[in-house]
């Protein structure tokens, strides 16, 4: 069964920093594009941060600078290093497995994406 789990959410001040894992089963992420995306209050989801199965990367403008994506392929994890948080950067964040017709270093939707974990919750406050 394909299961994807996010974990290292919480509430962390402005210019704090976190860690966001997300934890794969049921395939290995190694031969995906595994995308990161956003869900601010009131706003639409968002693909911030995606990794290719050859390692290209991306970033949106809001996070560029900030955050980095990595994978762990032992351990079947992708991550997301989120330094320097802004208010704005507050939302549930969602891993997602991307569909095979991803183009290295290009941004996501929601649509181009077919399997999801739960989200994990962070806030950015002071």
């Known amino acids: 069964q394909v299961q994807l789990v996010e974990s290292g959410g919480g509430l962390v001040q402005p210019g704090g920093s976190l860690r966001l894992s997300c934890a794969a089963s049921g395939f290995y992420l190694e031969y995906y594009a595994i995308v990161w995306f956003r869900q601010a209050p009131g706003k639409e989801r968002e693909g911030v941060s995606c990794?290719?199965?050859?390692?290209?990367?991306y970033y949106s403008d809001s996070v560029k600078g900030r955050f980095t994506i990595s994978r762990d392929s032992a351990k079947n994890t992708v991550y997301l290093q989120m330094n320097d948080l802004k208010p704005e950067h507050t939302g549930v964040y969602y891993c997602?497995?991307?569909?095979?017709?991803?183009?290295?270093?290009?941004?996501?939707?929601?649509?181009?994406?077919?399997?999801w974990g739960q989200g994990t919750q962070v806030t950015v406050s002071a």
């Open positions: 997602a497995r991307h569909y095979d017709d991803y183009v290295p270093g290009t941004p996501s939707q929601v649509t181009d994406c077919g399997a």
């Open positions: 990794i290719s199965s050859s390692e290209d990367v």
